[in-house]
Structure formats: C-alpha cells, structure tokens
C-alpha cells in the first residue's frame, strides 16, 4: 500500500521531530511490522526515492528502508556516478540502527528529502560510516559505508532522531526543482558545486556584516 510521506510543519507529520523508539525483535518479526516494511517500500519506490524513514510516514519507529536503483541512477550521467561514489544498492530494511562516522572531513552535495519537497540544498555528510542494526529476522547486522550509500544511511538515521537535511545544510545554498530549474544541478560536477557553495558562502557573510 502506498501511504502519505509527510511534510516538515505539516499538520500530522509531528514525528518528523520526535526521538523515534526502538522495536524488541518480536515486534520486528509480527506480521504488522513486516507489513508495514511492506508498505514503505511501495511508498519509497512510488515517490520515489532511495530511502525513507518510518516517521516520514507517521509511525515513530526505529526503521528505515533503502534501495539505489538503476532506475533512479539512469539520470545521471557516468562520470557524475563515479565522482560520487554512487553505486548500485539492493533493497534492505535497518531496524534499531546506530551509526557511527568513519571519517571526518565533510563532502558537500546537493540532497534533498521527500518530506521537503521541491527543494535541495548542499549537505555536508562524512564519506564512510558504520551502521549496527537489526535485519528483519532480528539478527544483529553491521555494514560499513562509503560515498552515496554513506550519504543515504546518515539522511535515514537522522530522521529517527528527529533531524532532516534542512538542520545542518545553510539555506542561502538553496535551489528548487520544481519544473526543470533544479535540473543543471543534478549532474552539476563535484567542483560546479563547491563554487556555487563559496559564492553563496560569500553572500551570506556579507549580509551579516
């Protein structure tokens, strides 16, 4: 079933803002669980988009499901793939998932969320991380990511903290995409959009002087 991904401030979407809980195993193996993984696959791959948190949808539960499709790649081009570090990732469930930074030092892209619609931003997020989770069978898992699937995990795991892109990413870097005017962006190179981050940067330091 394909259910209603809520936006930021809208009335119904408070769990967009709340500490989600963490589930026992049992009720990670109950039939309503698993329906409702079910149902966030439908709505992820309906949006679409490569991830989703279960407070996206209302339910303030530690679960995220995600896939990197090739069909949500082919807009990219190659080498925009591969500056990214963008690869294919099959579709899988975290339950009670924590994730730790591997590495430091920021990259800055543009990401945007399907609980703020129409709008990206440049994000930093660290390169590599560590996620320990529970796996649909309630088995302890842990998986380490690099590059885009890095970037996808920290976006999910922050959401079941209450936190979207929009916390950490500087507004004034802000671009829409609604119709095709967020377009160039999507295949904009890693340096296009370090430049457009300094020249924003500059404007937004000389309007609080």
């Not at 931003?121 to 690099?146: C, F, H, M, S």
Request: with cysteine.
């Amino acid at each position: 079933m394909n259910m209603r991904i809520y936006q930021l401030g809208e009335e119904g979407g408070e769990s967009l803002r709340k500490i989600a809980r963490n589930l026992t195993v049992k009720e990670i193996k109950s039939a309503k669980i698993r329906q409702l993984v079910e149902d966030m696959k439908v709505t992820m791959r309906t949006a679409p988009g490569v991830g989703l948190a279960a407070p996206q949808i209302g339910e303030s539960l530690q679960i995220i499901v995600i896939e990197d499709n090739a069909a949500r790649q082919n807009i990219f081009k190659p080498e925009i793939l591969k500056e990214r570090d963008r690869n294919l990732v099959n579709f899988h469930v975290m339950f009670n998932p924590e994730l730790t930074q591997v590495t430091y030092d920021p990259l800055y892209f543009f990401e945007g969320c399907l609980s703020v619609k129409s709008c990206a931003r440049i994000t930093p997020r660290v390169e590599k991380v560590r996620v320990n989770y529970l796996d649909e069978e309630g088995q302890p898992q842990q998986v380490e990511a690099k590059g885009w699937y890095a970037r996808i995990l920290q976006h999910e795991v922050d959401h079941l903290h209450g936190r979207l892109y929009v916390d950490i990413a500087d507004e004034c870097t802000e671009v829409s995409l609604g119709g095709t005017s967020g377009s160039p962006w999507m295949n904009a190179t890693k340096a296009e959009i370090m430049e457009y981050y300094h020249k924003c940067m500059a404007v937004s330091k000389k309007h609080k002087e």
